[in-house]
């Protein structure tokens, strides 16, 4: 895999462990030429310095907030944002 150049995909690029795990299990492999990511939503609270090169959307979002992305029976996908506690309805 030395010559190799690997582009990553993430959908919700947050902390960035996701894309440190991902990068661990590739070194297992060998060591790749380069590692390129893309992200469909980059939003933050990074505890990794990582950062995606390829980017659909940048988001500043409440750190209470969570972001799902879903995919429709069609095929379409949607963002969809929700609170990462939910408070009881009383």
């Known amino acids: 895999m ?3 150049n690997i582009l990553l ?3 919700v690029l947050q902390t960035g462990r996701t894309i440190r795990a991902a990068i661990n ?3 297992d492999y060998g ?3 380069s590692i390129s990511l893309a992200a469909l939503v980059d939003r933050d609270g990074r505890e ?3 950062a995606a090169q390829y980017i659909g959307a940048k988001l ?4 209470e ?8 029976s069609d095929g379409k ?3 969809s944002l929700y609170d990462k506690n939910p408070t009881p309805s009383v």
Do not use: M, N, W
Not at 65 to 72: H, S, T
């Open 2 to 4: 030395s010559a190799t």
């Open 9 to 11: 995909v993430d959908d």
């Open 25 to 27: 299990e590739l070194f």
């Open 31 to 33: 060591r790749p030429a």
């Open 48 to 50: 990794l310095p990582i």
């Open 60 to 63: 500043e979002l409440p750190v």
């Open 65 to 72: 907030k969570k972001l799902e992305l879903q995919c429709a």
């Open 77 to 79: 996908l949607s963002l």
